[in-house]
């Protein structure tokens, strides 16, 4: 059971390229998030899914793109990366779906450590 | 709109000691309130949740929160630290009605000294 997995752990991209951050989770978690962390900033979300098939907006989603590719699978993309992207990206899933299942913990994964130029 | 107060950016504290990481929130209602733990170059790792009942929580690793309504806080507390806790450590707190998502605080760098 490798819970949550992120690729790739680290990436150096130059302005204006593209990419995209994937994460798989094998606990048949219905909800899955993508964070940023910066340096005094605690966590930010950038995209959520609260089930298979819908994605919604965080605090934080301008610049980014998100596929919900099935249940295992939430990637994260960034169609023109600048520096202000530099940052350290995780992954989450959780068991809930739907209201009235607001108190389950989430599971991260290890991190990708992103670094714009 | 829900926010979360971790006060110390950063907290020392001898081994064997005991220790306390504080904060405090705001939401809308009663909340759900969690802690988790970030070693180096890991993830988050959940150590505890309030969810209701018994304001004293206890977690993993010998950690334990208390749930104070009125100071709308929820510390988090070891009796004796050792230097293998040393971490950041952050608070998190989510309405009930599920209509927001987690709201995680700044962060608290924990340094146990040997």
């Known amino acids: 059971n490798a819970g949550v997995t992120q690729t790739p752990k680290f990436q150096v991209l130059k302005t204006g390229q593209s990419m995209t951050l994937q994460c798989a989770q094998d606990?048949?978690?219905?909800?899955m998030y993508w964070y940023r962390q910066d340096p005094g900033m605690g966590l930010r979300l950038i995209y959520y899914s609260a089930s298979e098939g819908t994605t919604d907006k965080g605090e934080v989603p301008n610049g980014y793109n998100v596929s919900r590719l099935n249940k295992r699978e939430f990637s994260l993309r960034l169609e023109s990366a600048a520096p202000s992207q530099t940052s350290v990206y995780f992954c989450a899933s959780s068991e809930e779906a739907g209201w009235g299942l607001a108190n389950n913990e989430q599971f991260f994964g290890p991190g990708t450590r992103l670094t714009v130029l | 709109a829900q926010s979360v107060a971790q006060p110390e950016d950063q907290v020392n504290v001898a081994e064997g000691n005991p220790l306390t990481v504080k904060c405090t929130y705001s939401v809308s209602g009663n909340p759900y309130l969690f802690w988790y733990v970030q070693y180096p170059n890991r993830g988050l790792q959940f150590l505890l949740k309030y969810i209701t009942g018994d304001n004293l929580v206890k977690g993993s690793y010998g950690f334990e929160a208390e749930f104070n309504k009125s100071q709308t806080s929820f510390h988090l507390k070891k009796p004796s630290a050792l230097v293998s806790d040393s971490a950041l450590y952050f608070c998190a707190v989510r309405d009930r009605t599920g209509a927001n998502n987690l709201f995680f605080g700044t962060g608290t760098r924990l340094t146990v000294i040997p």
């Open positions: 606990m048949n978690h219905n909800s």
